[in-house]
């Protein structure tokens, strides 16, 4: 199966490294959290809803951004990536620019891409953050308010540091 999979990676991008099989395994990861997810509500009885509200929606987008961003750029949660990013500079608001490892493993390469990236680990965490919508509504929004209430502070004190530099001629 390596062998094939080696053949395939080096079709798909004989250029560049590609880890095909760290990505499979990622995608193997998700669709195991969604189906937890799906047997742990199965399991308690508690149903998806017919038409999640609006403000769920908004809660959860905004919740989702910003748990996204923390874990892949905050400088905080570097410990979290350091096994498979290394730093490389500083990026404003503290958030880091961290490099993918390339180790002979794809796995650990795949993972590196994910934890690094909001963009991709958005998925997950609006996953997550579902299926705690739907297990756990209280405690979830709860945690999704202060989330969003973080996220919506963040672009606030971008605001105000603008409308300062403007009004001191900078």
């Known amino acids: ?15 560049e490294h590609r880890p095909l099989g760290g990505y499979l395994a990622a995608m ?21 809803p017919e038409r999640p509200a609006t403000a769920d929606v908004v809660l959860l987008s905004l919740a989702t951004h910003k748990l996204s961003r923390l874990i892949a ?4 949660t570097s410990p979290l990536r350091a096994p498979f990013t ?13 490099d ?3 180790p002979d493993g794809t796995l650990k390469h795949s993972i590196g891409e994910l934890v690094s990236c909001p963009f991709c680990l958005a998925v997950w965490v609006a996953t997550g953050l579902t299926g705690g919508l739907v297990l756990a509504p209280r405690l979830t929004r709860l945690v999704a308010v202060a989330l969003t209430a973080t996220a919506v502070s963040d672009f606030l004190q971008f605001g105000y540091d603008a409308a300062k530099k403007s009004t001191e001629g900078q």
Do not use: C, I, Q, W
């Open 86 to 98: 290394r730093y490389t500079e500083p990026t404003g608001a503290s958030e880091l620019n961290e």
């Open 73 to 76: 750029k905050d400088a905080v």
């Open 28 to 48: 193997g990861g998700f669709t195991a959290l969604a189906g937890a997810l799906a047997g742990a509500a199965k399991v308690t009885g508690k149903p998806a």
């Open 100 to 102: 993918v490892l390339h």
């Open 1 to 15: 199966m390596r062998a094939r999979l080696t053949r395939v990676e080096r079709s798909y991008a004989p250029h």
